[in-house]
């Protein structure tokens, strides 16, 4: 067990919809990092937060977004879902605010869109 | 733009057989290489980290090895459950970001 938390595990959901995925980091990490794992893409970085204030950002398309709230657990925002979203979703999460490259991570969230 | 590329894509190894895996990468100023183990429906778990070329780390059957161009994951007698997805980034001097690679699929076969 990581200790970071990802709900929902599964989503399935129609063209057009939008989703939110919640990660609790491990205590006492102020870095989350969202990453999306496809079969044909691998695990492709999206966005990084360090306490509260967005630190990176990567291939995050202008339709997602994500957010750090105080109590440090992060949202990541998915709206108007294409077919091509379907993926697993891994939010990570490690202390410092540039990453070692330790980082921490969850079961993942998997969303299917149909 | 940081590359990571693993091969082979698969590994079919029966128990004991030691085998090599490989991860090329191209970086500007590389401030750590990482490896990680990927089990099915999970999130990646961290093995090593290796910072400068002729640098090895060691854990149980696996052994990391850092080149100037490349690393290697090193499984030695390897047993069912070492059957997994091993995972390479790289982080560079300018990125607050882990670049991965695809990743390498090893099945061990009792």
């Known amino acids: 067990d990581s200790g970071v938390t990802q709900t929902p595990k599964h989503l399935i959901t129609a063209t057009g919809q939008r989703v939110t995925l919640r990660c609790s980091p491990r205590s006492g990490d102020l870095s989350v990092y969202w990453y999306q794992q496809s079969l044909d893409q691998g695990l492709q970085f999206l966005i990084q937060y360090y306490n509260g204030e967005e630190r990176a950002k990567g291939n995050i398309l202008e339709r997602f977004s994500a957010q750090q709230f105080p109590d440090l657990h992060s949202e990541l925002n998915l709206s108007s879902l294409e077919l091509g979203d379907s993926a697993l979703y891994f939010c990570?999460?490690?202390?410092?605010?540039?990453?070692?490259?330790?980082?921490?991570f969850g079961e993942g969230s998997r969303l299917t869109v149909l | 733009e940081d590359q990571v590329t693993q091969s082979p894509e698969a590994l079919r190894l029966q128990e004991g057989e030691s085998s090599s895996l490989n991860c090329s990468y191209t970086?500007?100023?590389?401030?750590?290489l990482f490896w990680y183990r990927q089990d099915p429906g999970k999130g990646p778990e961290f093995l090593f980290t290796l910072y400068s070329a002729g640098e090895e780390k060691e854990k149980e059957r696996l052994k990391a090895t850092l080149t100037k161009k490349e690393s290697f994951l090193h499984i030695t007698a390897p047993k069912p459950e070492d059957s997994a997805t091993y995972l390479c980034a790289v982080l560079g001097s300018n990125d607050y970001k882990l670049s991965f690679g695809a990743g390498t699929t090893v099945t061990v076969r009792a």
């Open positions: 970086v500007s100023g590389l401030r750590g």
């Open positions: 990570a999460s490690s202390i410092q605010d540039t990453s070692t490259g330790e980082l921490f």
